[in-house]
């Protein structure tokens, strides 16, 4: 089964900080995504990266940076955190690229979600 | 553009009950569709998918078709029980040289024993 991991479920930082969100997968998948959770909205992609050190932006990137120095490891950072940025944060991984063969290589498997709350 | 429509919640139901939940969606080329369920503290997981059109996904007792000529892939359940609640998600997947999958905002369902 596939695994993805983040660093921790529930976060509490100060305006102005800066954060950093971990996200590990274990079956070498290519894609991996961040993405934030609110009521009402659904999920949000804040970015995404396709290989080691390449990285796209989604439809809300301002305020985030990612980095992705390994194919497993792909880290969320609020550079300075503000109180709008208090959401919860959903890290998936998927396969690969889509192909006309098979869609078993775009769904997505999801971390359990890291709930950060900025005072 | 791509985007995916889905009914607002809370639904609520008697255990046994019939589930739908509605999805409609535009894209621009042929799209791949999948439902995806969220239990109560936990990330997304695929619940079913559909590739083609009249292509029907099924798991776990829910079932979905895709329907292209009125661009829907309705959810359905014959028969709920308490552990389905949570939040089920409607998305697609186009191959427009991206990789992205576009989500609905999300259903929350609350079954009652």
């Not at chain 1, 550079?79 to 775009?106: H, K, P, V």
């Not at chain 2, 000529?69 to 959810?75: A, I, K």
């Not at chain 2, 609640?85 to 609905?104: D, E, M, P, R």
Request: overall charge neutral; proline content about 3%.
């Amino acid at each position: 089964d596939v695994k993805v991991t983040q660093s921790s479920r529930y976060l509490v930082k100060r305006t102005g900080e800066k954060v950093f969100l971990e996200c590990v997968q274990d079956m070498d998948h290519e894609n991996m995504f961040w993405y934030r959770q609110d009521p009402g909205l659904g999920l949000r992609l804040i970015y995404f990266s396709y290989d080691v050190k390449m990285k796209e932006k989604g439809d809300i990137p301002e305020g985030y940076s990612v980095s992705r120095e390994k194919k497993e490891r792909f880290s969320l950072i609020l550079e300075s955190a503000s109180t709008n940025q208090t959401s919860m944060y959903l890290c998936a991984s998927s396969l690969g690229a889509w192909s006309s063969e098979t869609s078993g290589r775009i769904t997505q498997y999801f971390g359990p979600g890291t709930r950060l709350l900025v005072l | 553009g791509n985007s995916v429509t889905q009914m607002e919640g809370p639904v609520t139901l008697s255990e046994e009950a019939f589930l739908t939940i509605n999805c409609t969606y535009t894209a621009t080329g042929y799209p791949s569709l999948f439902w995806y369920v969220q239990y109560p503290g936990e990330g997304l997981q695929l619940l079913l998918k559909a590739t083609k059109a009249d292509d029907k996904g099924s798991n776990k007792g829910f079932e979905a078709t895709y329907r292209k000529e009125t661009t829907s892939f309705h959810l359905e359940k014959g028969s709920v029980q308490v552990s389905d609640s949570a939040v089920y998600f409607c998305a697609l997947s186009v191959n427009t040289g991206g990789f992205k999958t576009i989500f609905g905002a999300g259903t929350r369902l609350f079954v009652k024993a």
